[in-house]
């Protein structure tokens, strides 16, 4: 588990190769390290666990997330964009309020995959990214 600057970020199941974490707080520009560190952490685990490497895959789950700036959207561009690079994948889940009007009123919801719920994000299930499937 990762804590700082009012965020919490935490490895809270593995399920079918993927590592579902939950953001609890907010991400801004105080923040976003504890992001980074722990999708960094996710990657080195992918990278260098027993069997040899594997694809990095990753469901946020944005449920408890009460706020998220454009710093902090950036950053999740980011490691979306080093996930997919590493054979990976990056997909949030469970955006509400703040951080899913910052999706829509941006235009990401169209660019990262969005998923209503963790279980849809999981199995990858309808249109990501589409406003539909929020």
Known sequence: MEEAGGLVAQVVAQEGGADVVALVGEIDYDSAQVFSDCLLDRLADAAGGEGGPRPCRVVLDLSAMGFMDSYGLSRVLTHERLLRASGGWLRLAAPH????????TTGMEDVLPVYPDVPSALAGADRPGSAESL
Request: glycine content about 12%; cysteine-free.
């Open 97 to 104: 309020g703040q951080t899913r009007r910052l999706l829509e």
